[in-house]
């Protein structure tokens, strides 16, 4: 059985007020990297209900809402509430060189997983090199 009491409880009320609240969860940890023509991004959303998950793309601004809920009922008492509840919210600024339009979503093991592609013409390309009558000429 857990025990109702906690000496710490007015130092969490104290970071609650700084960091966030239950309503306004502070944190969704994020990590991201480039790899070859695609750039991804990982959400930790540990027991979210992926019904729950939202996101959407608008001039550049990714924006990922995901909420999650305690359980409710009549038989339900609580005995400890330590994990953050409600709706948690991030945006990325995406740069003009990726592909929104071609942006893949997965949830899996409480983490969501976001693949972009790097559009194409922000890709590195070989630009021909002519020469003709002692004057150089380049094409694109």
């Known amino acids: ?3 109702r009491t906690d000496p710490f409880r007015e130092i969490d009320r104290l970071a609650e007020q700084l960091f966030g ?3 306004r969860p502070a944190v969704m940890h994020l990590d ?3 790899d070859g ?3 991804h991004a990982a959400f930790d959303l ?3 209900d992926p019904d729950s998950i939202d996101c959407t793309v608008e001039r ?3 924006t990922v809402r995901a909420q999650r809920r305690r359980p409710t009922s009549d038989t339900v008492e609580l ?3 330590e994990r953050p509840m409600g709706t948690f919210s991030r945006q990325l600024f995406l740069g003009d060189t990726l592909d929104t339009d071609r942006l893949e979503a997965a949830y899996e093991h409480g983490v969501l997983t976001l693949r972009i592609p790097i559009a194409e013409r922000a890709k590195p390309r070989r630009v021909p090199v002519t020469a003709g009558n002692g004057r150089r000429q380049i094409t694109a």
Do not use: E, I, Q, Y
Request: net charge neutral; glycine share 4%; no cysteine.
């Open 60 to 62: 550049n601004v990714l």
């Open 37 to 39: 023509d695609h750039f």
């Open 21 to 23: 609240t239950t309503s």
């Open 46 to 48: 540990p027991g979210v």
């Open 32 to 34: 991201a990297w480039r």
């Open 1 to 3: 059985m857990l025990m």
């Open 79 to 81: 005995v400890a509430a």
